[in-house]
C-alpha cells in the first residue's frame, strides 16, 4: 500500500478533542482509513506532542481472531501490560477495588493469597457486570487527570469491547475523556 501521511489538520483536529476533553467534555474520535495510510503515524505524532505529566493514556490493539474472543480483550491486554509497570500496583489497587472482575481476567499479576481474597467478590461474574464495572474503573481513571482511550484495528474488535467504549462516552457523570478509535473500512 501507498504510504500516506495525515495532514496537520487531523493533528490539529485531535489536539481540539483533547482540549475539550480535559476541560471535561467528553470525546470520540474515530480515524478511518486504508492500512498504511498513517492512523498510527498520526496517534504516535499526537501523543508525542501532548505534554501533561498527570496525562493517562491506554493503547489497545485488536487483533484479527478466527474463533471466539474473549470479551474485552485488547483492553485487558492493555490493562495488563500498565499493571507490570512501575506505577501498576496502584492500578491493581483500584481494579481491586472498582472493577474485581476485570482483576480476575488477570490473575497472573496476583499472589496466591490475593487470588483467595478476590473469589467472593466475583462469585457472580458476567460480561454486563464487567461493563458496568469497566465504566466505573475508567471513568475514575478520568476524574482527575484526562484519560486518553485509544483502540486500534477497531475493525477487529469484539463486541464486548465497543459497548464499553460507547456506554462510556454517553455516561451522565463527569471524566476528562478522549476516546481514538481507529479502523478500516471493510
Given at each position: 500500500?501507498?504510504?500516506?501521511?495525515?495532514?496537520?489538520?487531523?493533528?490539529?483536529?485531535?489536539?481540539?478533542?483533547?482540549?475539550?476533553?480535559?476541560?471535561?467534555?467528553?470525546?470520540?474520535?474515530?480515524?478511518?482509513?486504508?492500512q498504511g495510510i498513517g492512523k498510527t503515524a498520526l496517534l504516535d505524532r499526537f501523543l508525542?506532542?501532548?505534554?501533561?505529566?498527570?496525562?493517562?493514556?491506554?493503547?489497545?490493539?485488536?487483533?484479527?481472531?478466527?474463533?471466539?474472543?474473549?470479551?474485552?480483550?485488547?483492553?485487558?491486554?492493555?490493562?495488563?501490560?500498565?499493571?507490570?509497570?512501575?506505577?501498576?500496583?496502584?492500578?491493581?489497587?483500584?481494579?481491586?477495588?472498582?472493577?474485581?472482575?476485570?482483576?480476575?481476567?488477570?490473575?497472573?499479576?496476583?499472589?496466591?493469597?490475593?487470588?483467595?481474597?478476590?473469589?467472593?467478590?466475583?462469585?457472580?461474574?458476567?460480561?454486563?457486570?464487567?461493563?458496568?464495572?469497566?465504566?466505573?474503573?475508567?471513568?475514575?481513571?478520568?476524574?482527575?487527570?484526562?484519560?486518553?482511550?485509544?483502540?486500534?484495528?477497531?475493525?477487529?474488535?469484539?463486541?464486548?469491547?465497543?459497548?464499553?467504549?460507547?456506554?462510556?462516552?454517553?455516561?451522565?457523570?463527569?471524566?476528562?475523556?478522549?476516546?481514538?478509535?481507529?479502523?478500516?473500512?471493510?
Amino acid at each position: 500500500p501507498v504510504r500516506l501521511e495525515y495532514s496537520s489538520q487531523e493533528l490539529a483536529e485531535l489536539q481540539k478533542a483533547f482540549e475539550q476533553a480535559s476541560n471535561g467534555e467528553r470525546r470520540l474520535v474515530f480515524l478511518n482509513g486504508e492500512q498504511g495510510i498513517g492512523k498510527t503515524a498520526l496517534l504516535d505524532r499526537f501523543l508525542a506532542n501532548i505534554q501533561l505529566p498527570e496525562l493517562t493514556v491506554l493503547r489497545a490493539r485488536c487483533v484479527q481472531m478466527r474463533g471466539v474472543a474473549e470479551p474485552f480483550l485488547p483492553l485487558l491486554e492493555a490493562l495488563e501490560r500498565r499493571c507490570r509497570e512501575s506505577y501498576g500496583r496502584l492500578l491493581i489497587e483500584c481494579l481491586n477495588h472498582l472493577a474485581p472482575t476485570w482483576l480476575y481476567q488477570m490473575l497472573n499479576l496476583l499472589a496466591p493469597d490475593e487470588i483467595a481474597k478476590l473469589q467472593p467478590k466475583v462469585a457472580h461474574i458476567n460480561t454486563g457486570r464487567m461493563l458496568r464495572e469497566g465504566a466505573d474503573f475508567f471513568e475514575m481513571l478520568s476524574n482527575n487527570s484526562t484519560l486518553i482511550l485509544i483502540l486500534d484495528n477497531a475493525h477487529w474488535s469484539d463486541e464486548f469491547t465497543l459497548d464499553l467504549l460507547c456506554f462510556l462516552m454517553f455516561r451522565c457523570s463527569s471524566a476528562k475523556l478522549l476516546i481514538i478509535v481507529s479502523y478500516r473500512s471493510c
